[in-house]
């Protein structure tokens, strides 16, 4: 059987814009976006396995913990932005190269970063690919989890 790992991007919107007092939480309830929200129910639905994509923090596991709030992307340059080569050590680090398939969802900056810290020799599914904005692909995503049928 295929080892497979879902990657799912963040967001801008996170938690502590509504509880600014917070502190760390947990990756899989920080961001809290319609898009990042639907990508982790799916994520939950269809993969043992799967993890986070943050511009700061680079790979999170949906346990880790983010310490505080944070405002960084990977469409401004800033260097806060994680880069490709630390992106590199986290997946050694944290044994994401033991997978074969690697399922993107996300745009195509987020599919760019991820290929590029990757490497060729990974299966790559990006089943949101094709789709014309975020309200589509959120839609399919919703869809997929209503009707119990996976992405291709």
Not at 24 to 47: L, M, P
Not at 77 to 103: G, N, W, Y
Request: charge should be positive.
């Amino acid at each position: 059987m295929i080892k497979r790992l879902c990657i799912t991007p963040c967001g801008s919107a996170k938690i502590w814009r509504k509880q600014p007092d917070l502190g760390a939480v947990k990756a899989k309830d920080v961001y809290i976006g319609s898009f990042a929200k639907s990508c982790r129910v799916y994520a939950n639905t269809y993969f043992d396995d799967w993890v986070i994509l943050s511009a700061k923090h680079g790979f999170l596991f949906p346990e880790d913990f983010v310490p505080c709030d944070y405002n960084v992307s990977f469409n401004i340059h800033s260097e806060e932005v994680i880069s490709v080569e630390a992106l590199k050590q986290q997946i050694a680090m944290k044994e994401l190269d033991k997978f074969e398939e690697l399922v993107v969802l996300g745009g195509k900056k987020y599919v760019e970063i991820i290929m590029g810290a990757f490497g060729g020799s990974f299966v790559y599914n990006l089943p949101l690919s094709g789709s014309k904005g975020l309200g589509y692909m959120i839609q399919r995503l919703k869809n997929s989890v209503l009707d119990g049928r996976e992405l291709k």
